[in-house]
């Protein structure tokens, strides 16, 4: 996909990866609608990067998400990308994690890029790339982390069966299994402490992987 001119959503544009992506994005000259819940970061991004369009979101609000995806769609006129960069942590052994822990974990990390991604699919044309960053986790599920790693393997399983739905429509679907990154992520966790991590990805290195994703991903090949 070419960057120049593209109508790219971003949801979870708020967090490190998402902000550090609408920068390079914008600079590729991508038109972009912005979708946080920082209502002050979103206006730092209005205020910096001149044209972008912007809307607060809740991840509870599954409704909401896919109603964004439409206006998204409507105000920018069409769709070419959507990348999810929404996601929370939470550590700590299985009998720890409370049940409503449990909810707000596959809520946020599954269900919500899920809501997105499922409304983006019919604006999505030829050549269009939908994007859910989900981590390595989803192959390898650590110990202390068995909620968070659940749903982010929803959501990879979620993207693995819609991508084979759209080969026929040549519509990619790239499920970005992205190494441990230093944003901070893991002390805004929900529930308990991180363990100690080792070094991780830098934000430039992730967003230079989503980049690549966006620009890089073949047409899915059409069905026989």
Same mark, same amino acid.
């Given at each position: 996909?070419?960057?120049? !001119? ?26 972009? %609608?912005?979708?946080? +819940?920082?209502?002050? =970061? ?10 972008? @369009? ?14 964004? $995806? ?8 069409g769709l070419d990308a959507v990348v999810t960069c929404v ?7 299985? &009998? $720890? ?9 596959? $809520? =946020? ?6 809501a997105f991604l499922r409304a983006a699919l019919p604006h999505?044309?030829?050549? !269009? ?14 110990? %202390? ?9 929803? @959501?990879?399983?979620? #993207?693995?069966? =819609? ?5 026929? +429509?040549? #519509?990619?679907? #790239? ?5 441990? #990154? &230093? $944003? !901070? ?28 994703? @966006? ?10």
């Open positions: 996909m070419d960057i120049e !001119g593209a109508r790219v959503l971003v949801p979870g544009a708020t967090g490190a990866i998402g902000s550090a992506l609408a920068r390079t994005l914008h600079g590729s000259g991508a038109l972009l %609608h912005l979708a946080g +819940r920082d209502e002050a =970061v979103l206006r730092t991004l209005g205020e910096q990067l001149p044209g972008v @369009l912007t809307s607060t979101f809740d991840a509870y609000d599954l409704d909401g998400c896919a109603a964004l $995806t439409d206006r998204a769609a409507e105000r920018l006129g996601g929370v942590p939470a550590f700590g052994p299985a &009998e $720890t994690v409370s049940d409503a822990v449990a909810e707000h974990l596959m $809520t =946020v990390n599954a269900l919500a890029p899920v999505m044309t030829s050549g !269009g790339v939908l994007v859910a960053l989900t981590g390595v986790v989803a192959d390898a599920p650590p110990a %202390h982390m068995a909620d968070y790693a659940a749903a982010k393997s929803a @959501l990879a399983a979620w #993207v693995e069966a =819609v991508r084979k739905e759209q080969r026929r +429509r040549h #519509v990619t679907l #790239v499920d970005l299994r992205l190494p441990h #990154v &230093e $944003t !901070g992520f893991a002390g805004r966790a929900v529930a308990g402490r991180p363990p100690r991590l080792p070094p991780g990805l830098s934000v430039p290195a992730a967003v230079a992987l989503v980049m690549a994703a @966006l620009t890089d991903a073949p047409p899915a090949p059409a069905a026989a």
